[in-house]
């Protein structure tokens, strides 16, 4: 049990040990992937806001329509 603990201590002092070149690519992957992040929420809210621009345009359509098949002759939207 004895000889047990300084393999610990070893392991425990190994994974402390930073290797430059890995801290590198790890910085690279994080800016990656903050980027995509970034892209993926524009396309979403551009994605969001064509729906709500849709669903509004058929909301208008429909109200015309309702306006026109009623017999209304000076359907005007507001």
């Known amino acids: 049990m004895i ?3 300084p393999t610990r201590l070893r392991i425990v002092q190994g994974q402390r040990q930073v290797d ?10 994080f800016r990656h992937r ?3 992040n970034f892209v993926a929420a524009i396309v979403l809210l551009a ?3 064509f729906g709500i621009w849709l669903a509004d345009a058929m909301v208008d359509a429909q109200k015309a329509q ?3 098949a009623s017999g209304a002759h000076s359907c005007s939207l507001i």
């Open 66 to 68: 309702g306006c026109y």
């Open 3 to 5: 000889s047990a603990a």
């Open 47 to 49: 994605l969001l806001t």
């Open 34 to 36: 903050m980027k995509v």
């Open 20 to 29: 430059p070149q890995r801290n590198r690519e790890d910085q690279d992957e």
